[in-house]
């Protein structure tokens, strides 16, 4: 009797080890077909428990004029205790799908400019608001060109070396107040803008450029063969982390950007004003120069609640200019407009951003009268 239970015990175990074998497969193999439909490396999660940043590393490479750009064919995964994002840079270094420099449909070509706002920190792809109005439109290219941290002198060397290529019909530039402070290139010499052999003064990691690497002992992890190999425990084993960490996470964020803020705030003290206006306002005439050149309208955009960015409103006749700051103020009053710790606008802001947007491009192209 007993002989006969102990087998049976055996068989019964024997059995559920090869269901959750099975299953653990299972799980596996769907991970992996649901990896390749939607492009994604699930395995960067438990990379991403070894050494945990806002802003991985392997995002950027090195660049001697812009001091960084996007680095071309990367994935990376981006933890805080406000989101989990995975980051995809196509061939030509955009967090976009891809697209060829020619326009062989014949679409409407838009290129959209600016720094981690428009980049989309902290919202997955086709989410953010330049994704959101692009499917919006059937005859529209809407091809995203943000880089966090960059400043109007990088956007100004960026659209003429890398976006005329793409021919575009329209430049849109979203500004905020951190884009107008950011100055890191030698490009204004002598109240003129000079273009050739123009390079970095400054590392790209400065103040205002907010690239924040987290370096914190307690999110790092040895992980087994097995974890480092598989899409599911890889996955698995990050979220159980997370859950674990959590607490930790959240004083750590919190700390950060209050620490960040603060220099931010003292080192604003110290710049001039009329300085950085009268910068801005020539970067931006520069960038509308070119534009003319190449029959393309330039659209400014101001997506910042803090502060006045008004001047920019009559800078030139065949500039297209609208000030979000008021209406984004206003729906700030409804619910947040950022995440709880980090301050770059959630996805409820960038749904609120790309339904102006599409006003926008509707009045200007379609000739629709925008709300």
């Known amino acids: 009797m007993r002989t006969e239970l102990k087998k049976r015990i055996l ?3 024997i059995l559920s ?5 099975l299953n653990l497969i299972i799980c596996e193999l769907s991970m992996r077909v ?4 939607k492009n994604i490396d699930f395995r960067l999660y438990t990379k991403e428990l070894k050494n945990s940043d806002r802003l991985p590393s ?29 980051y995809s840079i196509n061939s030509k270094g955009l967090r976009d799908k891809e697209y060829d420099f020619d326009n062989p449909q014949g679409k409407i070509r838009i290129l959209a400019f600016g720094d981690s706002c428009t980049f989309g920190e902290g919202v997955s792809y086709s989410r953010r608001f330049t994704d959101i109005a692009e499917d919006y439109f059937h005859n529209v290219e809407i091809i995203n060109f943000g880089v966090p941290g960059y400043g109007l002198d990088q956007i100004l060397l960026y659209f003429a070396a890398d976006g005329l290529r793409y021919k575009p019909d329209y430049v849109m530039v979203f500004i905020n107040r951190a884009i107008e402070r950011r100055y890191s290139t030698d490009i204004i010499k002598d109240n003129s803008i000079v273009l050739d052999n123009a390079i970095s003064k400054e590392p790209a990691s400065d103040l205002f450029t907010a690239y924040l690497n987290r370096n914190d002992d307690f999110f790092k ?3 087994n063969f097995v974890l480092e190999k ?11 982390s997370l859950l674990r960490l959590r607490s930790k996470l959240r004083q750590y964020e919190k700390k950060l950007w209050k620490d960040s803020i603060e ?15 009268n910068r801005t306002k020539s970067l931006i005439k520069k960038i509308n120069e070119i534009c003319r050149e190449n029959d393309i309208t330039l659209i400014v955009i101001t997506i910042d609640t803090r502060g006045d960015l008004g001047y920019l409103e009559k800078l030139e006749d065949d500039i297209i200019f609208y000030d979000l700051e008021g209406r984004l103020r206003n729906e700030r009053r409804k619910y947040p407009l950022s995440f709880k710790y980090d301050h770059h606008y959630n996805q409820k802001a960038h749904k609120f951003i790309a339904k102006k947007v599409i006003d926008i491009l509707e009045k200007i192209i379609f000739n629709t009268p925008a709300t």
Do not use: C, M, W
């Open 221 to 223: 992890h040895n992980n």
């Open 17 to 21: 080890f090869v269901l959750i074998f």
């Open 34 to 37: 649901i990896g390749k439909k």
């Open 230 to 240: 598989s899409y599911f425990l890889s996955f698995l084993n990050y979220h159980f």
């Open 11 to 13: 068989n019964y175990a």
């Open 263 to 277: 220099q931010i705030r003292e080192k604003a003290k110290l710049q001039n004003s009329a300085q950085i206006q």
């Open 58 to 86: 392997d995002l950027f490479v090195n660049d001697d004029i812009l001091g960084r750009r996007l680095k071309p064919n990367v994935q990376v995964l981006a933890t805080t205790s406000d989101f989990s994002v995975i």
